[in-house]
């Protein structure tokens, strides 16, 4: 199998006003050899997208295998999020299905495990591979330094010192969830949500755990002096299972000289990021969202996205 059989790009074009990418191999973080020509042919195509005034970007990731991936880094953070500055400045809607990729005159059959879509979509369409349901948390964060990015430790600790979060009582952690996320940035100031999701999910995410106790002094240590904290508070807000409707994990690590951070974003199957449309004084920016069940509206059936 050379390298045209390992995978394909289709569109946009004037009948196909989409983005789909075909491959045998998931797209990693640093790619080589043939899946790196793969990921600058996907990152050409995305950057001729057509989004229309008042549209905004649906991103599918679609494959049937069920090994570890988080949704958010194969489509956006591992293809180059500076590819979605034009695309996601308005808003910006992802979902991970685990429907075989759907078949195409264009791709070899039985060559493709995985499958990306770039299309169009409206702002508050529904998704299209899953049903949101009951709401399990929702918070406000108003003051978050939104540019340069942040980084998910910054945005968690956000979440640890909101009064704003409210959770469910439920017996169980979710097996999958969704996300709405609504950034509100400085006034006038231009995002490229693509840039912030990793983070931004990352970090609520985590604030949605306890942390387990591993390395606590350690990994307290180095995340207060990366966040000007106190490592007692810092400690503390690990620890703390208020609000943890994600349950109690291994949450975070040493990692070179700071840490690695270990939330459940593997279970996050639908999220959507909106630039919020109300002012917010001059300088200042934050976020506000909700997490929710959701469950599957796949049927085993062909089709694009």
């Not at 995305?46 to 905004?56: A, V």
């Not at 979605?84 to 990729?101: I, M, Q, T, W």
């Not at 195409?104 to 508050?124: D, F, K, Q």
């Not at 490229?192 to 307290?220: F, M, P, Q």
Request: hydrophobic fraction near 35%; charge should be negative.
């Amino acid at each position: 199998m050379d390298g045209s059989d390992r995978y394909r790009v289709v569109g946009p074009d004037e009948s196909h006003r989409s983005v789909e990418f075909w491959s045998v191999k998931r797209l990693p973080f640093e790619p080589d050899g043939w899946i790196k020509t793969a990921r600058g042919e996907l990152r050409e195509a995305i950057s001729k997208l057509p989004l229309q005034t008042g549209e905004i970007l649906h991103a599918v990731y679609r494959s049937d295998v069920r090994s570890f991936a988080d949704v958010e880094n194969i489509l956006f953070y591992n293809v180059g999020t500076g590819r979605f500055a034009d695309l996601a400045s308005k808003g910006l809607r992802f979902e991970r299905s685990y429907l075989a990729p759907p078949s195409h005159s264009a791709v070899p059959e039985n060559s493709s495990l995985h499958y990306h879509w770039y299309g169009p979509c409206l702002p508050g369409e529904t998704y299209r591979h899953w049903a949101r349901g009951e709401t399990l948390a929702s918070w406000s964060v108003p003051s978050v330094a939104l540019r340069p990015a942040p980084s998910a430790g910054d945005v968690w600790l956000g979440m640890k010192e909101a009064l704003s979060v409210t959770t469910s009582e439920i017996s169980e952690p979710p097996d999958n969830f969704g996300l709405t996320v609504r950034v509100s940035p400085p006034a006038g100031a231009r995002v490229n949500l693509g840039g912030l999701v990793k983070a931004l999910l990352d970090g609520i995410i985590a604030g949605l755990h306890a942390h387990d106790g591993s390395k606590l002094d350690e990994v307290a240590s180095r995340l207060a002096t990366r966040l000007d904290a106190e490592p007692h508070d810092i400690r503390s807000a690990l620890m703390d299972s208020t609000h943890a409707i994600l349950g109690q994990r291994s949450l975070l690590h040493p990692f070179g000289k700071y840490v690695q951070w270990n939330p459940a974003d593997d279970l996050l199957v639908a999220g959507e990021l909106e630039v919020a449309t109300e002012p917010t004084a001059e300088g200042s920016s934050g976020f506000s969202g909700e997490l929710y069940r959701v469950q599957s509206a796949d049927l085993e059936s062909e089709g694009s996205a």
